[in-house]
């Protein structure tokens, strides 16, 4: 990944954010890496907002430190800072034209008319929108604002794109068009890129890094492969894809007792016997083909929904009639097939033991079945 | 590489936001608005109160003089009228107002615009207008004086027919905006569920308007109770807390007891003033930004009642500005009614004179262009400042004070602190600049809002993404802000200069023979008998702020054409 490979870009330590009583960003350090593209990933109101302001300068951090390029920026007002940036809204001049919306930091900077024209052609050629220059935003769609607004925050060159929410008010087509393209830009450039989110799927296609948030502290920062499987926490398991939570017990080291059955897991640490955990596993990697009772961390369960969705079934399965061990596993439809899976029928599945992760007893396990 | 850092703060301490240059002026600026509403109204204002506890040789006296007025039956009866008067007004107007609003936003009467203009154009007269029309229809003389059963025109009910003319306007305004937010999908759901037309009215349509009624309620109270023009032309021996301050400060040169009436007539209206902020602000919540807008459908017997309800409101309003204008040209009312334009001759009349007229025009055109500069700046710096809470509170609180002192009160105010001989301002006692000062406070506290809700609905990132671009914020506000706000900013200039040219109540402490104004021109010529002339002059004012609001309508929309071409796909 890039990280490894290039150097330290933002750095931003031990950030405090508090408005009034509220505590939007607690303890918050983070390292961001040249040419990087990170996400900040998280529901509404876990402070992803509030980081990127604050980096920004635009809501400066009650206490703690960012630097940028080695330089120390945490009290500078956003005039004095480094960065081009696209908001939700765009926020495109509505009097200027395209051209003129473009152009608007070029001509603060005292640059030549004849360049600015060929620096805002190259703009507009960059986003793909070379001969909509004359139109004012009010006549272009929102895929095209969004691009206008990108173009825009590039003009002067910043050493670091911020973009937040950027593809949030557009409908589905467009926005997974436009995350390949921005994706391909910020390839193309190889600008420092951070962008707010709160669309796992688009956190997961253009991220080089995530930063999972919740209630203004950092959950995990990882590539999307290691969030994804390896969730470090139970909130980043739910949040991220679907996820079964099973009550456990321990049962020794590598192994986890799950509604009577001993089951082998990988790497878990050594924990006493008989202590509450919480199974966690995903239904696509449930394993169903070719178990029966004598495979590994087989279990028998009885089908007590099945939903449809196209190229697979999700199942939803009770171990031993207990509801407190209901999980969901994906059938596909060959499997449907092959054993004639319906609703109330027995069925041998089993747990891949790299495929479990274990976490501390959950008393609250926000999303489990 | 990792280049070291600048040496950073500990971990811990509190980050102390630095202050850019740009913010520094921001601030300067604001503080800078924040200082005149100060010298023009909290000072004059603290002068005011201060000379209600003096004697005229400014000993203090503690309430020596609040004893005297209220010890003096003549005075304090005042307040009872005053409060009279302007309940009943208000009992009138308020639901002859929504009854005229309803007609034009939920039926499907014809020429609903026609109405509406008509029912606007009181906003264009000088409260003393109305009543001197009122004098040619019910006085003495007047041509329907036995409409009124033989009781006298001068009084209470001269006053308050007068008065519901001059505010139902104003009431209608507010009426008109709170009934245009309805839901749509409110009535089809009371539709759907079996709800009749009047229990859809009780449990739609009336609770959605409450804060609306309540806030033209308490605007129509603060208009009437300061009000001045009609009382002063209908009140006869009937006396009220406008005219009171008028009299013992005018007539009988008691500036301490003006004082005290003016203390006392702030108090009601500095109370209508907030409880008509509180119901603006529930108003406001009420309002969804997905509401679908109501369309009326047909009913031809509710139509054509609305209909007539309409055309008998506009009657009386084009009757009483008929009634003024024909006055105006009469050449003898009411024994040779043949045309003339004597009484357009200003110059020969006692207390009037053309230069009066002139000496308005130029009044009004100095505060629209000053007041919408420093209105709209002031509202921009108090949005957009970052940082600097204390000094944008202080100011947002300074923006709305205007709106609760009445005019009188301010006026009288100002003589008392810029005609201290002690103070460095007085030397504009007396002249052109402080008639433009005064009528800019006195109005301020409208146009500052209209100028908050158009930066309102600005993207309130403008500012962020030119700061990014390291545009310097004036540039972004000559560039984006003012040519997006332009629609607001010519409402604004045309609010202040309609206002400059009709009013009486504060500037008639401060003209002085070289700025006479053509509404006190028309007081006067009133006082002396020449009751014709000062219609003359009320049509004149009438006749040049529907001239000027017509030449700002066109201009306003081919300068939009021409700078709003963005808003037209």
């Not at chain 1, 509404?44 to 951090?61: H, P, V």
């Not at chain 1, 500078?76 to 809204?89: A, N, W, Y």
């Not at chain 1, 041998?348 to 495929?355: K, S």
Request: hydrophobic letters at 50%; a neutral charge.
């Amino acid at each position: 990944m890039t990280a490894t490979t290039s150097s330290l870009y933002l750095k931003a330590e031990k950030l405090v954010k508090k408005f009034g009583n509220f505590t939007a960003l607690n303890d918050v350090s983070l390292e961001i890496f040249e040419s990087e593209f990170v996400c900040f990933l998280g529901p509404s109101g876990c402070g992803k907002t509030t980081l990127l302001r604050a980096i920004a300068g635009l809501d400066i951090q009650t206490t703690g430190t960012i630097e940028q390029a080695g330089k120390d920026i945490s009290a500078l007002p956003p005039s004095e800072r480094d960065f081009g940036i696209v908001f939700q809204s765009y926020a495109l001049f509505p009097n200027l034209t395209v051209h003129r919306n473009v152009a608007y930091g070029l001509e603060n900077k005292g640059m030549l008319k004849p360049d600015i024209e060929a620096r805002v052609m190259e703009l507009l050629e960059l986003v793909g929108l070379p001969d909509q220059g004359d139109k004012y935003s009010a006549q272009l769609s929102g895929g095209q604002q969004q691009r206008v607004a990108l173009a825009r925050a590039l003009a002067t060159s910043p050493g670091l794109l911020l973009l937040d929410e950027p593809l949030s008010a557009l409908d589905a087509k467009v926005r997974s068009h436009l995350r390949h393209e921005i994706k391909a830009l910020q390839h193309k450039i190889g600008i420092t890129t951070i962008m707010v989110t709160h669309d796992q799927e688009e956190a997961l296609t253009m991220a080089d890094r995530i930063v999972v948030m919740n209630h203004g502290v950092i959950e995990q920062v990882g590539t999307p492969n290691e969030i994804y499987d390896h969730p470090a926490s139970p909130f980043v398991a739910d949040f991220i894809g679907t996820m079964n939570f099973l009550d456990g017990q321990t049962a020794g080291d590598n192994c986890v007792a799950l509604g009577g059955v001993n089951m082998r897991v990988d790497g878990t640490q050594q924990a006493d016997d008989s202590s509450e955990i919480t199974v966690c596993i995903r239904p696509e990697d449930v394993a169903t083909r070719g178990v029966d009772a004598n495979s590994e961390n087989a279990i028998e369960a009885t089908v007590a929904e099945l939903e449809f969705l196209g190229s697979v079934h999700r199942a939803t399965l009770d171990i031993n009639g207990d509801r407190a061990l209901r999980f969901r596993a994906d059938f596909s439809a060959n499997l449907m097939r092959d054993h004639a899976i319906a609703q109330g029928k027995s069925v041998h599945v089993a747990f891949p033991p790299d495929r479990l992760h274990v976490f501390g007893d959950l008393t609250d396990k926000a999303g489990a079945p | 590489m990792i280049t070291p850092s600048i040496k950073a703060p500990p971990l811990g301490t509190a980050i102390k936001p630095k202050v850019s240059g740009e913010d520094w002026i921001m601030r300067v600026v604001l503080i800078g608005i924040a200082l005149y509403l100060l010298i023009t109204m909290v000072f004059p204002l603290y002068a005011i109160l201060s000379k209600s506890f003096q004697t005229d040789k400014g000993v203090f006296i503690g309430l020596d003089n609040y004893i005297k007025f209220f010890s003096t039956p003549a005075l304090f009866w005042s307040i009872q009228n005053s409060f009279f008067v302007t309940i009943i007004t208000c009992l009138i107007v308020v639901p002859v107002a929504f009854t005229f609003a309803y007609a034009l936003t939920r039926s499907c009467m014809p020429f609903k615009s026609l109405f509406k203009g008509i029912a606007l154009i009181p906003i264009l007269m000088p409260s003393l207008l109305p009543a001197i029309a009122l004098v040619y229809l019910f006085g003495a003389q007047g041509l329907i004086k036995g409409a009124l059963l033989g009781h006298d025109l001068y009084g209470p009910i001269g006053i308050i027919i007068g008065e519901s003319i001059y505010v139902f306007p104003h009431v209608l305004t507010i009426m008109l905006i709170a009934m245009s937010t309805a839901d749509a999908r409110l009535y089809e759901a009371a539709q759907v569920l079996g709800a009749g037309k009047i229990k859809t009215f009780f449990t739609v349509t009336l609770p959605g308007v409450r804060y609306g009624l309540v806030s033209a309620f308490f605007v129509c109270f603060t208009l009437v109770i300061t009000d001045f023009g009609v009382p002063k032309v209908l009140g006869g021996k009937f006396n009220m807390l406008a005219t009171d301050i008028y009299k013992q400060v005018v007539g009988r040169l008691d500036f301490e007891m003006g004082a005290v009436v003016g203390m006392v007539l702030l108090i009601p209206a500095v109370f209508a003033f907030f409880a008509d902020r509180i119901a603006q602000r529930r108003q406001v919540a009420l309002l969804s930004s997905r509401a679908v807008p109501y369309e009326p459908k047909p009913t031809p017997a509710f139509d054509m009642a609305m209909l007539t309800f309409c055309i008998v409101i506009g009657a009386i309003i084009l009757a009483v500005l008929g009634t003024a204008c024909f006055a105006s040209f009469a050449k003898f009312w009411p024994y040779n009614l043949s045309f003339s334009l004597n009484h357009y001759d200003f110059d020969l009349m006692d207390g009037g004179s053309w230069d009066s007229f002139f000496n308005t025009l130029e009044l009004a055109a100095w505060t629209a262009v000053i007041g919408t500069a420093a209105v709209f700046s002031g509202a921009y710096l108090v949005e957009k400042t970052k940082g600097f809470e204390t000094g944008r509170g202080i100011m947002q609180f300074l923006c709305m004070i205007p709106m609760a002192v009445p005019g009188l009160v301010l006026g009288l105010a100002y003589i008392f602190f810029f005609n201290n001989p002690g103070n460095p301002f007085g030397i504009l006692y007396h002249t052109m600049p402080i008639l433009v000062i005064c009528t800019i406070t006195h109005f301020y506290t409208v146009a500052h809002l209209t100028a908050v809700t158009a930066l309102k609905q600005m993207d309130p990132e403008f500012e962020a993404v030119s700061s990014s671009l390291k545009v310097p914020f004036y540039r972004t506000f000559f560039r984006v802000t003012v040519p997006v706000c332009l629609p607001a900013i010519l409402d604004i200039s045309m609010y202040l200069f309609v206002n400059a040219m009709t009013t009486v109540s504060a500037v008639v402490f401060l003209y002085s023979p070289d700025t006479a104004l053509a509404s006190v021109a028309m007081l006067n010529m009133d006082d002396a008998g020449d009751t014709a002339p000062a219609a003359a002059m009320g049509m004149l004012i009438v006749g040049t702020a529907a001239g000027v609001r017509l030449v700002h309508t066109i201009l306003s929309r081919g300068l939009l054409r021409r700078t709003q071409a963005w808003r037209y796909r």
